[in-house]
């Protein structure tokens, strides 16, 4: 089945502790992004990848690192958590850029204490 | 710069009534303009999307948009709603000219009544 993963779904940390939440998609795409949603924010893009590694910031990386070693898969890493990063994060990707439909993963769940 | 304005955050309707979901969006150049639907604790999957051609977009579900360009609007239209359709959409844009940035309005939340 087509679909891209997300791990953890739910993750509760403290300020400070790093952390990694993994993003996988099987349709061999060359286009991954991730996204933060808050209420009254709607979904916020932080990273984008073009293709194995490309990146390049989205409206708000500060505090966030991503990687793309292999075609599926996407990390977003925070070195240093802080609670204004608690928020519900979505990974997605698509056949060659954001002008594609893109799919996106069940979403991640973060709570920064 | 660009930006999109969804500008009801709640718009509630009853089932088999018509429904309208506003979206402006402001930018210096052409745009690629999109809406996204998200179902209760799920990811947002594409419902229609304007890229060129034809400003009447027709999407899944009995969705349709309409792009103007000189009032720089996006209104998301279904003319008989259903329970089904309650869910929250969003709005995007992407500036022309080969960007990547998808930029998210702050989503409209549907309520579709009995």
């Known amino acids: 089945e087509a679909q891209v993963t997300q791990n953890p779904r739910y993750l509760i940390t403290v300020t400070g502790k790093k952390l990694t939440v993994t993003c996988s998609q099987n349709m061999n795409h060359e286009y991954m992004s991730w996204y933060r949603q808050d209420p009254g924010l709607g979904l916020r893009q932080i990273y984008y990848?073009?293709?194995?590694?490309?990146?390049d910031k989205g409206d708000v990386p500060e505090g966030y690192k991503v990687s793309r070693k292999e075609k599926r898969n996407f990390p977003l890493i925070l070195e240093s958590p802080s609670p204004n990063q608690t928020s519900l994060y979505f990974c997605?990707?698509?056949?060659?850029?954001?002008?594609?439909?893109?799919?996106f993963g069940p979403g991640t769940r973060l709570l920064v204490l | 710069a660009q930006s999109v304005t969804q500008l009801d955050s709640q718009v509630p309707v009853f089932e088999e009534a018509p429904v309208e979901l506003r979206c402006n969006y402001s930018?210096?150049?052409?745009?690629?303009l999109f809406w996204y639907v998200q179902y209760p604790n799920q990811g947002l999957q594409l419902l229609l999307k304007?890229?060129?051609?034809?400003?009447l977009v027709k999407g899944i579900n009995g969705f349709e948009a309409e792009f103007n360009k000189s009032q720089t609007s996006f209104h998301l239209r279904k003319p008989s709603v259903h329970i089904s359709d309650t869910a929250e959409y969003f709005c995007?844009?992407?500036?022309?000219?080969?960007?990547?940035?998808?930029?998210f309005g702050t989503g409209t939340q549907l309520k579709v009544e009995l």
């Open positions: 990848s073009m293709n194995v590694e490309v990146t």
């Open positions: 997605a990707s698509s056949p060659q850029g954001a002008r594609e439909t893109q799919y």
């Open positions: 930018s210096s150049v052409s745009v690629y």
């Open positions: 304007y890229l060129s051609g034809s400003t």
């Open positions: 995007a844009v992407i500036r022309g000219g080969g960007g990547n940035k998808l930029t």
